[in-house]
């Protein structure tokens, strides 16, 4: 059998890092290859799975491989309080782009334009998921698969089509931008072949993704609160839509 810890040295710097339970559970359930996953407690671990995912124990139990507590601070500086940690090849990038392109699409995609915050961004990811959307996008600097925001997105970047590109790459279909000046959502129908655009969190939409915008929809505000946070609007939005096209299976 390979030595967990060589196998993690030789992997690491190619891979997806899934920290935590949730992490590794979402991963597995939705189809990632994962060549290693460790923990410190292998039985509390496997206890845990059964209690809270039943259907991947069979797959946790084939892959969870128990090291020392010093072998496993090494390989994750700041260890999620479950105690397991894995590393997962990254989908392909080819086909999360013919994901995004296929149409007809039977959901949004959610573009979040030049994003700051990486947990606001795995937040994003993890409600994109849940709603079924077809992908999340970036645009700008930020890496939508660093670390940090895996972590905020609990391993649900496998359950959705997760990439980085430029404005002028956006796939296909009519751009709903969310803006305070834009109309109320709350008359707008959003098809299913939408891009809902998201500005960054400091300074909203840039000039360029607001240039290819065909509408403007706003979310409803009390007077004088100056906005949401990211994923609370990202939410209110895919809620909007999931509510007239119904609930994702």
Request: with cysteine; glycine share 8%.
């Amino acid at each position: 059998m390979n030595d967990p810890v060589r196998v993690w040295c030789q992997l690491r710097d190619d891979s997806v890092l899934l920290d935590g339970f949730h992490a590794l559970k979402h991963a597995v359930r939705f189809g990632a290859r994962v060549p290693v996953a460790v923990t410190t407690d292998r039985p509390a671990v496997l206890e845990l799975a059964e209690e809270l995912a039943p259907d991947v124990r069979a797959a946790l139990d084939g892959l969870l491989t128990e090291i020392p507590g010093t072998a496993f601070t090494a390989l994750v500086p700041r260890p999620h309080p479950t105690s397991v940690a894995a590393l997962a090849v990254r989908p392909s990038r080819a086909a999360h782009l013919e994901t995004l392109a296929r149409a007809p699409r039977t959901a949004p995609v959610v573009v979040l334009d030049n994003p700051r915050n990486l947990g606001n961004a795995g937040a994003v990811i993890r409600l994109a998921a849940g709603f079924g959307a077809t992908g999340v996008v970036t645009t700008g600097t930020l890496d939508p698969w660093h670390p940090t925001v895996v972590r905020g997105g609990a391993g649900l970047h496998f359950a959705t089509a997760v990439e980085r590109l430029a404005v002028d790459e956006l796939p296909a279909g009519p751009v709903f931008a969310l803006d305070p000046e834009g109309e109320d959502i709350r008359g707008t129908k959003l098809p299913d072949d939408a891009l809902l655009a998201f500005g960054s969190e400091r300074s909203g939409l840039s000039a360029e993704l607001r240039s290819r915008a065909d509408h403007l929809v706003s979310l409803p505000m009390r007077p004088q609160v100056s906005s949401y946070n990211l994923a609370t609007s990202v939410a209110m939005t895919l809620f909007h839509w999931s509510a007239a096209e119904g609930a994702p299976a």
